[in-house]
């Protein structure tokens, strides 16, 4: 029998498959580039699996960081809502 949080994870891709299949034809992507194969990417990158299921602390988000250098808004975002600005969910 298969453990329970391989089923959950099976379901879960099965979720997602649904939403990217239904959200890709909004995503402004350049023409001929797969909407769908786009989402799947940032998904693959940013998803969790069940050993990394908390916030992920980004230190180019932080004071010293490419984007907190380069970005008014990122600095500000730090600013109102500190380390939390710089992780992601």
């Not at 979720?15 to 990417?41: D, Q, S």
């Amino acid at each position: 029998m298969q453990e329970r949080w391989l089923l959950e994870l099976i379901r879960g891709e099965d979720m997602i498959a649904r939403i990217i299949k239904e959200h890709a034809p909004y995503l402004e992507a350049p023409e001929g580039l797969n909407k769908e194969a786009i989402l799947w990417a940032v998904y693959g990158c940013e998803h969790y699996t069940k050993k990394f299921f908390f916030p992920r602390f980004e230190p180019a988000y932080a004071p010293g960081g490419l984007y907190y250098k380069n970005s008014e808004m990122v600095r500000e975002q730090y600013a109102k809502w500190g380390r939390t600005a710089a992780c992601s969910y």
